[in-house]
């Protein structure tokens, strides 16, 4: 089994920054990529950023040039930078990882940490 503990949301004013992290934990977890998705109530979830370990990251069309995502290999981390925030980016964002934990590849997912942006 895989943990994911997020942090770092909060309420901000537009035009403003915040910094989500997400820490994986388990027990001989290998992590193939680690992502963030969000997801407003009564719509489906949507992809943010994502980040293959050691290969590619892909970004929303809508948060591209300013969200930045990252990742730690040996901590099993991965961060979010959110620069010019937009009342529209409120939303509830969802740490991801796909991982193998006992053998097989699976997604796993965070609680979910509140981001709201005020105009």
């Known amino acids: 089994q895989v943990q994911l503990v997020e942090s770092g949301g909060g309420l901000v004013q537009a035009g403003g920054s915040l910094r989500l992290s997400c820490a994986a934990s388990?027990?001989?977890?290998?992590?193939?990529?680690m992502g963030w998705y969000r997801q407003a109530p009564g719509k489906q979830r949507e992809l943010v950023a994502r980040?293959?370990?050691?290969?590619?990251?892909n970004y929303a069309d809508s948060v591209k040039g300013r969200f930045t995502i990252s990742i730690d290999n040996a901590k099993n981390t991965v961060d979010l930078q959110m620069d010019s925030l937009k009342p529209e980016d409120t939303n509830v964002y969802y740490c991801?990882?796909?991982?193998?934990?006992?053998?097989?590849?699976?997604?796993?997912w965070g609680q979910g940490t509140q981001v709201t942006v005020s105009s």
């Open positions: 980040i293959i370990v050691g290969g590619s990251t």
């Open positions: 991801s990882t796909d991982a193998y934990a006992s053998g097989s590849l699976r997604a796993y």
């Open positions: 388990g027990s001989k977890i290998t992590i193939y990529a």
